[in-house]
């Protein structure tokens, strides 16, 4: 979801220009909503995607699945004829617009960047981790980017094989397949530092979704001398690791919940939207519960919300570790219940409320 609702704010931007997006059945009625259309196009499937990154697997990224959505990237790119494509976060399309001699613009993440200045950290829920963990910072962070050098040219094999059967150009590794002709770091600077950039690379603000709806109906519903707590969990979140909020024992506190599309959480204190617009509820919350997604953590930097962050694969992971070095957040993947009522009770006694003994 992320990745389609910031491409609509930047197209927001240039509405004198036409803007078509790729249809998404899920997200398609956010592309109208503001206005734009939308084309048929061959993706990779999100569910597979989203299942393969929650265990730091990259087997989609096979020859198959690339040739299917690059040749239909093509197929479309020859038949709509384009000024330019804008891709975030899409495999293929660096060598699509190179087989069709268009300019590619490429939505990025900062960590992302080969010029980042950070560590991609080894995802939690990689077998390595427990070991890589024992040993001091410098050395793991030593081993981990002598590995990842080595994985990046694992996972670019079949790209490599189909860039040389269409007679494109030689790239050597995924996180370069990822560039564009133009770059655009969706990050603030401070966030995630960059090593010197190059000039196609550029930083620009990030591109939260702006949203018209006012909320003043799930504002109504709260309870005003509760604390309010706001729960996003984004598109990929981990509901049943939260399940416990259903007990009764949290009822000393609101519940707003977003995107629990199963209301896998459920009680009288737990307020269901399946999209909210969290620039409009956050001046009501005390803190926010999510999963470290970009767009998510930007609106809890906007409203200085503190984060605790429950994620779903390493991308995540990679957001929270920044917000953890900053103290802006904390991941609770280990322990969210533990993490929850620590700050329930926090808030809670703050508001001079004395059922915060109850948790």
């Not at 939308?38 to 990224?61: G, H, I, R, Y």
């Not at 976060?89 to 590619?104: F, H, N």
Request: hydrophobic share 35%.
């Amino acid at each position: 979801m992320s990745h389609y609702l910031r491409c609509i704010e930047l197209a927001k931007q240039y509405k004198h220009y036409e803007i078509l997006f790729a249809y998404s059945k899920k997200y398609n009625s956010f592309v109208k909503k503001a206005g734009f259309g939308s084309f048929n196009v061959e993706t990779f499937n999100p569910v597979e995607v989203m299942k393969c990154a929650e265990e730091f697997n990259f087997s989609w990224l096979n020859t198959e699945n690339i040739k299917r959505v690059f040749k239909s990237q093509i197929k479309i790119i020859n038949e709509l004829k384009p000024d330019m494509v804008i891709g975030d976060t899409s495999p293929t399309l660096k060598m699509a617009t190179e087989a069709c001699q268009i300019k590619y613009v490429a939505l990025m993440n900062g960590y992302m960047s080969k010029h980042y200045n950070g560590v991609r950290t080894l995802s939690i829920t990689h077998p390595g981790y427990k070991h890589l963990i024992k040993l001091p910072e410098n050395v793991r962070d030593f081993i981990t980017k002598f590995a990842e050098k080595i994985a990046f040219k694992i996972v670019h094999k079949p790209f490599r094989k189909i860039r040389k059967e269409n007679n494109l150009s030689y790239v050597s590794n995924y996180i370069n397949e990822m560039e564009g002709d133009e770059n655009l770091l969706c990050d603030e600077e401070w966030l995630f530092p960059q090593n010197k950039l190059p000039h196609n690379y550029r930083f620009i603000k990030p591109l939260c979704y702006e949203s018209n709806d006012s909320e003043d109906n799930l504002i109504s519903l709260l309870d005003p001398l509760k604390p309010t707590v706001c729960v996003c969990l984004g598109s990929s979140g981990n509901w049943v690791a939260l399940n416990f909020l259903s007990d009764k024992k949290y009822s000393l506190v609101n519940i707003i919940v977003t995107g629990d599309l199963k209301q896998t959480l459920a009680g009288q204190h737990i307020y269901h939207r399946e999209f909210a617009n969290l620039n409009a509820i956050l001046p009501k919350c005390a803190f926010l519960i999510c999963h470290g997604g970009n767009g998510t953590i930007y609106e809890g930097l906007r409203h200085k919300k503190y984060m605790l962050c429950l994620t779903s694969h390493f991308e995540q992971e990679w957001n929270v570790q920044r917000l953890s070095k900053l103290n802006l957040g904390t991941m609770i993947n280990n322990a969210p219940e533990f993490y929850i009522n620590r700050k329930i009770k926090e808030v809670v006694a703050e508001n001079k409320k004395p059922t915060y003994e109850k948790l």
